[in-house]
């Protein structure tokens, strides 16, 4: 009964444990996970539990095989004692068979004595198998904190990434200080006006090289849009295994809800099926007392002949008995039949004891015909009742001495009645906690498959997370890799403006020495007008006086050939009314004195040549000069291409959006005051960017305006200076410089507003 005692309690202890393991199971972070499958030991250790020993394999009916043999042989055992009882009291067999039966009870306790230690062995391993799933959990949690520390490592990469957004913002400030510098430098270029046909191939090359670094900001500006698309794809898929976590976790709590409710079903049940057989033991026990009854009568009929008509009687009774037992049998079999379906076992041991109870049935029948065999022989032996009537009182005698042993047998018999009983119970008993042990078992196997199946999805989940944070280092590994190169293409454009800043200082200084060069050239250009006007002048003259002489020799040789000469020289005089000492000298003289003015004709038209050569020069520099403009226009075209997709790629609203995230990010921590300074000052950049813009546009208009009308003059002046002389020259070049000043005052006043605007709006 201890064994029994100990195999009932532990049930308990298996709840126990179980009670106990649970919460610390419900207690993970991360719920519910998926783990990868992995081979289960707990298969193994039930099929080593079933089959280390033969009497500790559960068979298909519910009960243990050597049990249940050695329960068959006890219910023979008992049977070949009855027998024995009622052929002979008092035969020394007895002892014996009561001995083995003593033997048989025994073997049936050490039986479940070596099943409740394989439980109690089953039981540790799951005890160590509980264990195993706790370290499981501890690694789990273990593999929490690792998913921590690299959260925390992806916060610094974003305060890196924050802190490279200041520098950024620190970097546009510059860039804007720069504009403002840029701003005063235009106003110094203001006053050298003439610089612009002289460095018109510089400002080329700063236009390429601006055109290069306004690709290599866009460049940038695209790399950071894509890091921060990336960064928010990272901050949705964290977001999103945040919720399948939760999700997880409410389906585990479900799962343990149904198992608790199943828990309490199958508690209910069991406590149904033990009713159930308290029921089928009680009808068991009248069933026997039924045989014993049947028995008895049967003895009865075959040592008292005379009494076979009462036994009759007593056998339709018995009859009736078996019919009610049968009845019982039937309605137990019916009950029975309605838990069929949940305890398989049961039915099954209930199907065994109806087939031995048909087997008693027909053995019954067969005892019809020898009672009517034996209804025969009292009628022949009422026949030679008469023939012994002597030898009635002699058995009467005897009959008296075999009442008293039957009454001594009787005593032994209830004894041993007792003893059965007490046997049958403890059987019963034993068969009871033997189920609840299958019952407790079954559960057991079923709450171990699905803690395998937990183990192995929460395994899966590990893998999964592995794989997630290995990509997310992944992508981290290259969001610094990209942080790096930006950091490098910041050096990088410091650097470049650092050397456009040599490259303006150098140009202002170019710019100062071309302005001294202009004024020279200009003093050098008034100069040559003078000397111009002054050989004009001459020429007219000498073209005048020239023009005379040939008229005046011209009627003198007409004169000659009709007159003579010296008569025809008061006519010409008088004709012409001329006064001048030439034509009143002798004729040596006029003629040397026309020798002079043909030598001094000579020199006139070869410096008239001269100057015709300087004019064509002056108008193929002209036309170079043409041509550089128009050079310099189309220049000025595509730089304002340049400065019109420049507004469009850096005003455009996606990027201030971008940048007052970017400001907003940064400012997460500073005070309001800080964060109202750090607007200001974006708003101030922005309508400084905005203002240079605007002017660099007004300027590109301005500029190109005067150069077409620079253009059209130079064409309208080379056609009249092909015609005429070169005095136009000089009014194309003061035009030229007209228009260049004009242009210069603009832009300088352009600049000057746009600088008032941006300090009074700060």
Known sequence: MHYVADIVNLPSYLDFGWHVWCPKWKQKKVGFVKLRRRESKLSWIVKSVLNSSRHSSISDNGASEPARVLLERLFAQTQKLEQQIGRDPSSPGLGVGFGELESELHAALVALKNKEEDLQDAERKLVLEFNEIHQARKSLERREDEMAAATLKQEKLEEELRVANVELASRALEISDLKLQLKEKDDKISASQLALLVK??????MERELMKKTDEAADAESQLRFKSELLDEANKVVEKQALELQQLQRVLREKEEELGNSIRMQESESEK?????AKLEKQTMDWLI???ELRKL?????KHVGEANSTLDEFGRVKKLISDVKCELVSSQKVLASSKEKMESQDRLLEEQLNELEELRQSIMSYLPSLRDAEVEVENERVKLRVAEAQNEELKRDLLLEKELVAELQT?????RSALKQAVSELSALCEEIDSKNAAFEQSQILLTAKESELVEARLEIQHL?????????VLEQKNSELSDAKEMLEELSHLIAELKGILSSREEELIGAVSELKEKGQHVLTMQHELTNAQLKFSEAEAVVGKIVDLT???????NDQGYYTLIPTVKDNHGLSSPLLDRPPDSSKWQVKQLETELEFTRETLRAKEMEVLAANKDLITKDEELNVAIRKLDAKEKEIAKLREGVMQDTD???LYALSQEIIGEKGVGEVAIEKLQLEAAQLEVEAATTALERITELSRQLLHQAGLSIEAENDILLRDDDSEELDCSLNVSCNCVFFFSKTSVIIVEEQNEVHDYK
Do not use: P
Request: proline residues 0%; charged residues 35%.
């Open 554 to 560: 011209n009627e003198v040789v007409l004169s000659l």
């Open 200 to 205: 018109e191939e510089e400002i080329g090359e």
């Open 290 to 292: 039924a045989q014993e």
């Open 412 to 416: 032994t018999l209830d004894k041993e």
């Open 273 to 277: 099926l033990k009713n159930m057989e």
């Open 466 to 474: 592995k794989s997630e944070l290995v990509s997310l280092q992944l």
């Open 656 to 658: 201030l959006k971008q």
């Open 298 to 302: 049967a003895e009865q009929t075959s």
